[in-house]
Structures are given as structure tokens and as C-alpha cells.
């Protein structure tokens, strides 16, 4: 089986900015990624913010996570990541 490209910053800020949105809903936005693929990094947020294992995550999504000045909503449990 091919294995999917890696997500772009692009493709992770449409889902950061966009939590109340389903997985099914998020895959017309993101036509690249799998509804289980987005449900898969929702819960790397999720473990990135609650200090627990964020091996699904890419560098560039931690990262992106470590620097979160804005207003971002965990699309898990609504909780402020930054």
C-alpha cells in the first residue's frame, strides 16, 4: 500500500483552525488525507497538550505545536493549546 505524502504546514493549519469541523467534513478541505488519518493527528494534538506519547506527529507539526501563540482549541477535549 502507498504510503501518504507528509502533511504540509498548509494541510495542518486548515485542521488546527478548523476543530468543530468532522473528519468526513475535513477530507473535502484536506482531499489527501484520510478521514483516519485526521482522527490520528486530532489525537497527536490532543497527547501533545496533555504531555503524554506524540510519536504521530511529524517535527514540523510539534514544532508548529511548541510555537502556538494564537487561540487554537484542541479538536479533542476544547481545551486552549496556547
Known sequence: MAHAPEW???E???LLHNPGMSPDE???RLPKR??????VVRNGIHAFHTGRNVSMLSRMMIS???GETESVLCPVCD???G
Do not use: G, H
Request: hydrophobic share 50%.
Open 34 to 39: 484520510s478521514a483516519d488519518a485526521i482522527i
Open 8 to 10: 504540509t504546514m498548509k
Open 64 to 66: 508548529r505545536l511548541e
Open 79 to 81: 481545551s486552549l493549546l
Open 12 to 14: 495542518f493549519e486548515v
Open 26 to 28: 475535513l477530507t473535502k
